[in-house]
């Protein structure tokens, strides 16, 4: 006769959570709590829906070079020159279309072309030639500043007509919108850029998430000694990592002055550091091996939600709006490590 044991199903161990999914929660349910938080308290232009879309229309190139960030900084490295790139890629397009009577697309391969130059020679420096990504990042971003310069030391305006009649393109969402005091429905409305970021948010997560080149970033941010004897090229990983970061930075530029129209010296200053902040927000780790674009696009969001209900409590000056994101941040890594330790400690235990 058979055992009664024997027949019962084996009850399957669930796996434990991985670290990019239990910071990702964290910060989604952050900022959540943040914008139900400011509307029960505020109201105004968070019961407005514009003000939630107009976070992404404003930042959409924040977001893009925050998942180029975030993509480095899984390896463990890290790029400061984004924003140098941006300016650079500004100021070129619009001397090109202004001076050169360039049009709109051949602007676009410009900014990709500067944004893949850059990526290509720091990859190489960091990847080949082992240099530290601080040192070649640091040259990069006055390189970038210095170039913008040369290019153009006065600020410039784009007047291209095809130019302008693409940067004033809005879509409308008829469902989405508020209802003025005159009783007249005001649809929300949609720049090129949002579409883009969120276009760049997906496709970067599929890759991360579904691609091979996605796990071999995560390997080579964990360990690059391990990931190098499970036979992954971790020097051609670390320069695809710089050269993708690189592209995403050139369509941030573009994103940037579809958005401003204009070429300045001081275009998208302080970029790289915010774009550093929301990805750590998000969840990633400067040790590398952990990180989600998904986190880093809401870490985007909890940045810039941050600043508005700074403002909304009436502290208007800059520097109210630079301390709250600093206290954010070491917040968020505190917390990271208090959880991160916690977990470690957890599993440790379990296995033994």
Known sequence: MKSNDAQMPVKEKK??????????????????????????????????????????NNNAYLIIISCAL?????????????????????????VFMEDFNGGILS????????????????????????????????????????????????????TNEVFLKVKEFTLNLPVIGHTAKNGTFIPTYCEIGFFIAIAVVIIMWAVLKWTRFGRNLYAVGGNSESALMLGINVQRTKFFAYLLCGLLAGIAGFVYLLHTGAGNYSNASGAEMEAIASSIIGGTLLTGGVGSVIGTFFGVLS???????????GLREPYWQKITIGLMLCLFILLQSIILSARKKKLGMSAS
């Open 70 to 94: 975030t993509v480095v900084m899984i390896t463990g490295g890290i790029d400061i020159s984004v924003g140098g790139s941006i300016a650079l890629i500004t100021m070129a397009s619009v």
């Open 303 to 313: 940045l810039k939600t941050i600043n508005i209900m700074v403002i909304a409590s």
């Open 107 to 158: 602007s676009l391969l410009i900014s990709l072309g500067i944004g893949l130059t850059m990526g290509l020679l720091q990859g190489f420096l960091v990847a080949y030639l082992n240099i530290q990504p601080f040192i070649v990042t640091l040259a990069g971003m006055f390189f970038t500043r210095g170039m913008t310069t040369i290019i153009s030391s006065i600020p410039r305006t784009a």
């Open 15 to 56: 796996l434990p959570l991985s670290n990019t999914t239990i910071l990702l929660t964290i910060t989604i349910c952050t900022f959540a709590a943040m914008y139900i938080f400011g509307m029960v308290l505020w109201g105004g232009g968070f019961l407005n829906p514009q003000q939630f879309f107009d976070i992404i």
